[in-house]
């Protein structure tokens, strides 16, 4: 199962991270882990790219972390909204393989 935790200060998202595999099919063909793998990458690379924001970054097999300031956070607000609701969808259609976890960060 794939683990997606996201870190909120207020209503905005100030970390995401994903580990695992969701075990949905062979890899390769798995449909469940490519549909994060996109939204997630996607949403990764668009902050750091387009928004060229300097988040920090943990990537490794079965696991992201993508970690920002608060002053990042609010800039890239529209995408992570996105992709948290995105990975809700998700979760709902596949409740075995995708777990989303909600926190709150403390300052």
């Known amino acids: ?19 695992g ?7 390769g063909t798995d449909i469940v882990c490519s549909a994060i793998s996109s939204a997630v ?3 990764a690379n668009t902050i750091i790219e387009v928004l060229k924001l ?3 970054t943990v990537v490794r097999d079965g696991y992201l ?4 300031t608060c002053e990042d956070a609010r800039k890239s607000k529209v995408i992570t909204d996105g992709l948290y ?3 809700c969808e998700l979760q709902n259609q596949y409740p075995d393989n995708l777990k989303l976890e909600r926190g709150v960060f403390d300052a």
């Open 85 to 87: 609701l995105h990975l």
């Open 54 to 56: 300097n988040p920090k």
């Open 65 to 68: 972390k993508v970690k920002m």
């Open 41 to 43: 990458y996607m949403a």
């Open 1 to 19: 199962m794939t683990t997606a935790k996201f870190l909120f200060s207020d209503d905005t998202v100030i970390s995401f991270e994903l580990s």
């Open 21 to 27: 595999h969701s075990d949905a099919g062979e890899e």
